[in-house]
């Protein structure tokens, strides 16, 4: 059924990127590449289902232990704006593989993608009941959700206090929950890094989605050797990039509501306050609705390590790059925010390389290199307040079954 679901989500692939980008304001490339995703969570778990093995346990003589995943029941999902395809492919793919019933809360300011994916669903043979879309606001259907008797599990991705909120209600009912809450996440340039390779996937990693990700890479961390000519570098294209309706053809589009405008707009403006030194600042694209929440993406360096934009999650088109001295103070400085979701690595010295990845407590660090295309066969989840638990991979058809042991005794 999945893999059936998986073709009618390809067919209607154009369909939904334009629904996505409407409903989020993401440009059309960004929502394209979602759906893309959305599509391989689906093949991948619909044909990963049956890969998913149990095990024998050696234990005393005459007894034979074997285990079984089995589905929890009832999962509880609660979903946020910044890509609701993405995150509909990353949760609802393996709790159904496991055999779950789902109940999906996605957030009321992007709901309709996921309203027209159980249209599809119900259309690829899923039968009626199994997959069902409540919307409604967060506080209202958000807690109902998690406080009902009825929900084993409940996967939650948004921000750290209603995480905190959800875990809590699930409690009241012992449902597992898996949270996924956010980051700060680092990119930490040694002197010798591939500057020119490194640069675009750097700037990208903080202008998707206008910043609005989980693994936004929000902290460019850069050794004091370096600094002049990298600062230049990043100004540079910072100064060039340009935000606009999702229907031009534009590095990044507006933030999704006013609430997250202002939040990121008072942000830049308490750094500038502070005299927190502006390196570079793109440019919004004069044709832009003058009422749209549009944000020109800002670079700013080098940021005092106790400033808000060194510790606190932006969620907006903001970089900030900090200074570190060797090896030893970028490891710390990478490990000096509350999060620990993901971090990036960026040297030609494959050792240091490979240190560093060990020290930093990220959920996921990438080596030259953030993102993965989606990482869809990548275990993923944070440390520390950026959560817990793991979705995606295989991992996640784990994390979505319980284990069984059965225990037989022949003699
Ligand atoms: P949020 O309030 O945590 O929203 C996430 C989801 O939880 C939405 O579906 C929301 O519903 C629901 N919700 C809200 N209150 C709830 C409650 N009391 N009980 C159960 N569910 C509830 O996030 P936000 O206010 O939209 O964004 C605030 C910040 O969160 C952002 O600036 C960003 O830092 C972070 N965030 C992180 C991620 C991520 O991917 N980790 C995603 C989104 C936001 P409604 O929206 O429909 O009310
Ligand atoms: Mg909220």
């Keep these: 059924m999945l893999l059936r679901f998986a073709a009618l989500v390809s067919a209607k692939q154009e369909e939904l990127a334009a629904l996505e980008a409407r409903d989020v304001g993401k440009v059309m490339k960004s929502t394209r590449f979602d759906v893309s995703i959305l599509i391989r969570y689906l093949e991948f778990y619909g044909s990963g289902v049956d890969k998913l093995l149990g095990s024998t346990i050696p234990t005393v003589a005459g007894i034979t232990a074997l285990t079984l995943h089995e589905p929890h029941g009832v ?6 704006w910044n890509s609701p395809t993405q995150m509909f492919g990353r949760v609802a793919s393996p709790a159904l593989a496991m055999g779950n019933s789902m109940v999906i809360k996605p957030a009321e300011d992007a709901c309709l993608t996921v309203i027209r994916l159980a249209e599809l669903a119900e259309e690829a043979g899923i039968p009626s009941g199994v997959l069902n879309v409540v919307t409604g606001l967060g506080i209202e259907a958000g807690a109902a959700l998690s406080a009902h008797g009825d929900v084993d599990f409940i996967s939650f991705t948004g921000s750290p206090e209603v995480g905190a909120l959800v875990q809590k209600a699930a409690a009241d009912h012992h449902a597992g929950v898996t949270l ?9 340039v040694f002197a010798d890094a591939d500057l020119e390779s490194a640069l675009p996937i750097i700037v990208n990693a903080i202008i ?15 050794e004091e050797s ?26 990044l589009g507006p933030l999704i509501n006013a609430k997250q405008h202002r939040r990121v707009c008072n942000m830049v403006a308490a750094a500038k306050s502070e005299n927190v030194p502006l390196l570079g600042e793109g440019t919004i694209a004069a044709d832009s609705p003058g009422a749209g929440f549009y944000v020109a993406p800002a670079l700013f360096g080098p940021v005092p390590r106790d400033n808000a934009l060194a510790r606190r999650e932006v969620f907006g088109p903001v970089l900030s790059l900090l200074p ?10 990478a490990n000096d925010t509350p999060y620990g979701l993901a971090a990036a690595v960026w040297t030609r010295d494959g050792s240091r390389a490979l240190r560093v990845a060990r020290e930093v407590r990220a959920g996921q660090v990438y080596i030259n290199a953030y993102g993965a295309g989606g990482g869809v066969e990548l275990p ?4 520390k307040h950026s959560g817990h638990g793991r979705e995606k991979g295989i991992q996640a058809l784990e994390e979505f079954s319980a284990t069984k042991t059965i225990i037989i005794r022949h003699g």
């Design 226 to 251: 370096a600094i002049a000519r990298i600062s230049e570098r990043f100004a540079h294209r910072f100064n060039e990039l340009v935000a606009g309706s999702h229907e031009g053809d534009y590095d």
């Design 380 to 383: 993923f989840g944070g440390f």
């Design 208 to 222: 998707v989605n206008s910043g609005q990700t989980c693994v936004a890479g929000s902290r460019l961390l850069v």
């Design 324 to 333: 570190f001295k060797d090896e030893a103070d970028a490891i710390t400085l």
């Design 75 to 80: 999962v509880g999902a609660i979903l946020p």
């Design 180 to 188: 996924e809450l956010g980051g700060k996440s680092p990119q930490i």
